[in-house]
């Protein structure tokens, strides 16, 4: 068994045992699921099962759009929104004459 493989079996396992012990919110349980089915993408395309790897692209970018809309993204946002306010729109076309 590859690091990367029992790493993403080990994520799996303390996912689930923090949501049954309620000491993760549900939020970070699908970023650490997310992280696992990443982990486990990079072993099967390593071993070049690439029916694997699309299983494990397509869990990961699920477990990716709960964690973002069940609150695990709100930092993300925040600094997004800030980094954005720092940037001002500027015309780079010469004006049309009427």
Do not use: E
């Not at 923090?18 to 349980?29: P, S």
């Not at 071993?47 to 477990?63: E, K, N, R, T, V």
């Amino acid at each position: 068994m590859s690091i990367l493989h029992a790493s993403s079996l080990g994520l799996v396992a303390r996912a689930l045992a923090g949501l049954f012990t309620k000491r993760i919110t549900f939020a970070t349980y699908n970023g650490l699921l997310s992280i696992a089915q990443a982990l486990a993408g990079i072993q099967a395309i390593r071993q070049d099962a690439w029916g694997l790897a699309i299983w494990h692209a397509a869990l990961c970018a699920l477990f990716t759009w709960f964690w973002w809309h069940h609150g695990g993204g709100d930092g993300t946002r925040r600094r997004l929104r800030r980094l954005a306010r720092r940037f001002q729109p500027v015309r780079r076309t010469a004006p049309q004459a009427a």
